[in-house]
Each structure stands twice: as C-alpha cells, then as structure tokens.
C-alpha cells in the first residue's frame, strides 16, 4: 500500500514543493513544482501575506500537475532555513536499565529525551532536531543501534538543533494561513543527507554544501554522526548584484547570465571568450557580454565562499578527527557548469553534484535543486513522530472540526 506525503521546501529564493510516496520500503517522487519565494529573507518571515500565498500557490500548482485525489488530505512535510539556528552537543543523555530486561526503543526515547533536557539552549529557542550520534551501554561505546542489548546503564552522544521559537511560530503561522496545518518540520541540511545518499553511503564521511540564492549552509557528517551545523547568509545573489554593477544591467537579467556562462575551462591558457547577447526589455536594447569577464566574476566571488567555508571547517577540526570525506554540491549553485573545479581546488578533495537519492517519475528532478524535497519524503516516513504526537494531532484535527461546526450552526 502507499502512503503519500507533500513536502515543501521553504527556500528565500524559491519555495519548492513535491509529492512523494513510500511502498515497501521504496520511495519516489511524483512531481515537483516551485514559484518564486515572496515574503521569506534569509529563512525569515519578513511578510507573513506574500509567505502564505506564495506557499498556497506552491500547493495549488503542485495539485493541477498531479490531478491527485483528496489531495487536501495528504500529511505535509515542510524544511526550513536559515541564521537564527543555533546547535549544541549533549553527552549527558543517561538512564538506567533494569536487570534481565533487554534494551528497546522507549529505552532510546528515555536518553534521548534525557539529552534533550540536558542540552544547553537559549531561554528564546526550542528544540527542532536531536541526532543521536552514539549509544554507551555500560562501557561499551561507539553502538549504532543498542536495542537487544542488555545493560545496568544506557548513555547517548547527541546534537541538538534549536530555533528561535519566534521563528517557528511565524512559519506556523504562514503554513495555517496557506491551509497547511500539524505539518512536521525538518531542518533542511539535515533532509539533504537522506535525500543524497542512499543506505549503503549512509556511513561514510561526506561535507554538504548547499549553496543557494542567499544563504549557504554546510553539514558535516563522520558516518552517521552529525558533528557540525552551519548558515551563512552568502549566496549567489552576491554574484548575481556584483555581475549587475559590473555591466550595469537589471539583476534578472543578471541571473540568466550567470545560469548561461558557467565556469568551463576558465583556468586552461586557451579559453575562448565568447559574447553573448542579453535583451533588456525596460531599455529595448541588446547587451553584448564577455562570457571570460562573467566567468572570473563568479570564479572570484564563488572561490571566495568556499575558501571561508573550508577555514570554518578546518577550525571546528573536521579534516582531523574524520576520514577523507566527500564532498556533496546542492541547491542552485550547483547547477553552475563547472562549480566542482572551483571547490575541488579550495578542497583538495572529490566533490561531486548531488542529486536526488530516491525514484523520481520524471529524470528532470534528478537536480540538486530537489535533493531536500527528497531529503524530507525519506524524513516522513523513516523518522515518523511518536504515538502521543499523531494521536494529538488526529485529535486537534478533530477539535478543529467541531469547532468549524459550532461557527455554522452558529
């Protein structure tokens, strides 16, 4: 039997939205649509109207594309963005277990609930996300997977990731304004990681680097471990501004260049430089452009973010204490033709264009743009909520119905 789900990515550039499904253990994307995103900056609400009706028409495109039924109905992940993310390790996660009884999964939930509580957070935030990194049991350490196992006391190593809780209130608050309602909320560098990598490379130590149109994030992954979190508020639209005032056009126009030029063989002694031709509709004229000076624009400006994400990286002393990682690109700068030269010169190391891990019903989502709409379609179904959250949920569902029931008898 399948089960459906809408995932929606909260992007500031544009909001994406997918439908996916999951049928014995198989997962696939149906359809992928995305609008332009109104209302959002870097993550942020900036205008809850334009947010909503944005998302709304996200969901509206994505159900004429898919002619799906009871399409309201569907369960709804949402990812989420940006500066206002705060993370912090916990190891004081411990319990105790009684004897002759084998360790099983309310044990997991009990320590990591433990962490939880134990993770030192800002009075203003709350907690959205808690990877569990290692299990202990006794003085045994590094344990995956610790249910089975018998013990006198369970501990876990974690890493907690906390929002402003301001923060969540407003994006509720656009999603109920949009008809989306007990929507679960992922983080989107952590929905990458499912949605790149499929079980057998769960294990290996990757860096994803998702640079989009204005925030870039990274995540750092020894295994199965989360060992690093990071948002800059950088992204294309630096190059996107700086190719603007270089040639003195609009900053759409600008954007199409940059999608048009890319970086081939910028570095090789016998580039060709091309001219290609822009038409600036507001001027009614034509704009001839260097495709070698947009080049060593975007070269010097792209070679500049990854170099600071890397001093980031080497500083929080992942290149030491992990194996040689790859390196997975996603979001819209990795679509640059060319964008793996440049990171694999600050790198030193195999960088590759992630794509989506999972079945997709059309090979044109197989982009790094929807890498997290995969991400949270594995998400859903893999990390379901507990027993008491759905429960609350089916009931608030329920209130809401009687309570629209009590307004039109009313």
């Given amino acids: 039997m399948k089960e459906y789900v809408i995932a929606i990515d909260l992007g500031s550039g544009y ?19 995305e609008v332009p995103s109104l209302g959002i900056k870097n993550g942020l609400i900036i205008n809850t109207q334009k947010a909503s009706e944005s ?25 989420i963005n940006g500066k206002s993310i705060f993370s912090a390790k916990s190891s004081n996660g411990m319990i105790s277990i009684r004897n002759n009884k084998p360790i099983d999964e309310n044990d997991i939930k009990k320590v990591i609930e433990q962490a939880k509580i134990a993770a030192v957070i800002p009075s203003e935030h709350e907690v959205i996300y808690i990877h569990p990194n290692n299990f202990i049991v006794d003085s045994h350490k590094n344990i995956k997977n610790p249910i089975g196992m ?14 402003e809780s301001l923060m969540i209130k407003n994006i509720k ?59 800059y508020e950088q992204g294309l639209n630096i190059t996107i501004e700086e190719i603007s005032r270089d040639i003195s056009i609009p900053k759409n126009l600008s954007e199409k260049i940059l999608k048009t030029v890319g970086l081939p063989n910028l570095y090789q002694f016998n580039y060709e430089d091309n001219e290609i031709e822009i038409y600036d509709e507001k001027r009614n004229e034509t704009v001839k452009v260097s495709t070698r000076r947009i080049a060593s624009i975007m070269a010097e400006i792209l070679s500049s973010i990854f170099t600071k994400i890397y001093s980031n990286i080497e500083k929080a002393g992942f290149f030491k204490n992990s194996p040689v990682p790859i390196i997975y690109l996603s979001g819209g700068a990795a679509e640059i033709e060319g964008i793996s030269q440049i ?7 195999p960088v590759y264009i992630a794509k989506p891990s999972i079945k997709v019903n059309d090979t044109k989502y197989l982009s790094p743009r929807y890498v997290t709409i995969a991400g949270l379609i594995k998400l859903y179904f893999e990390k379901p909520k507990d027993k008491i959250t759905k429960s609350e949920t089916k009931e608030n569902i329920f209130l809401k119905f009687l309570n629209k029931l009590k307004e039109l008898i009313e």
């Fill in 15 to 33: 909001i994406k939205a997918g439908l996916g499904y999951n049928s014995e253990e198989s997962f696939e994307i149906i359809a992928i649509c």
């Fill in 343 to 349: 990171v694999e010169s600050v790198f030193n190391l």
């Fill in 55 to 79: 998302i709304k028409k996200s969901i509206h495109n994505l159900k004429n594309m898919t002619n799906f039924e009871k399409f309201e109905y569907l369960p709804v992940v949402v990812g």
């Fill in 173 to 231: 608050t656009v999603l109920n304004n949009a008809g989306v309602f007990d929507a679960q909320i992922y983080l989107n560098p952590i929905a990458q990681k499912y949605g790149i990598l499929d079980e057998e490379e769960m294990n290996e130590s990757v860096i994803i680097i998702d640079v989009g149109k204005n925030l870039s994030t990274i995540s750092l992954w020894n295994g199965d471990a989360l060992v690093y979190l990071e948002t």
């Fill in 150 to 163: 018998f013990g006198r006391r369970l501990e876990v190593e974690t890493y907690v990731v906390s929002v």
